[in-house]
Every structure is written in C-alpha cells, then in structure tokens.
C-alpha cells in the first residue's frame, strides 16, 4: 500500500508538505511514475504533479512555481512541497505509483489526506 500524510489545515500563503511511502507487498518495488493528485468536492480527481523514476517532473499549470515534486528511490517515498497555498488548493490529495511486476503495467493509490487552505 501507499501511505500518504502531511496534509493539514493551514492559512493562505502558507506551506504544507505531503509524503507518500511504499509500505506492504508493495515495498520493495521499483516504481516507475510516481504522482499526486487531488480531488475537491464535486470535481473531478486531476492531477498535481508527477515524476518520473529519473526524477523528471511535471506539474498542473494551477501549481507551477507554487509546488515542487521530488522522490527518494531509496525508500520508495514520493513528496509534494506546497507553497504560496491558495484557498483553490483545498482538496483530498492522493499520491499514485505506477509500475511493472510480471510484465503487466500496474498501478497503487494511497489513501487521501485532506488539505484545507483558509482565506
């Protein structure tokens, strides 16, 4: 599984700092993609950012400049730094792996962790 924590309630402008560890069967497995994403109320799940196993990022235009994505392959742990945090921003954030095990293209969520940003 996917163990995702950091989120929190916190002012406008202000940061938070999401992780999201491997943990399980699921530990010892070179990921390939590695990814947040987050979902407000009544709107689709869209995605935050991402980063591929070489450390190559990409981002929402809605985050640019404001977040940065990183990894540590070591410990299969996926970190979102959230900056400058905007009202907009409040959702459930969800962190997503993918990868190969026998061939077959596989993906993990992890659970949601809640971020609420106050005007």
């Known amino acids: 599984q996917l163990q995702a924590c950091g989120g929190g309630l916190v002012q406008s402008g202000g940061s938070l700092r999401l992780s999201c560890a491997a943990s399980g069967s699921i530990f010892s497995i070179t990921f390939n993609d590695m990814g947040w994403y987050r979902q407000a109320p009544e709107i689709e799940r869209e995605l935050v950012a991402a980063v591929s196993s070489t450390g190559s990022a990409n981002y929402a235009d809605s985050v640019k400049g404001r977040f940065t994505i990183s990894r540590d392959n070591a410990k299969n742990t996926v970190y979102l730094q959230m900056n400058n945090l905007k009202p907009e921003d409040t959702a459930v954030y969800y962190c997503?792996?993918?990868?190969?095990?026998?061939?077959?293209?596989?993906?993990?969520w992890g659970h949601g962790t809640q971020v609420t940003v106050s005007s």
């Open positions: 997503h792996a993918l990868y190969t095990l026998g061939g077959v293209d596989l993906g993990s």
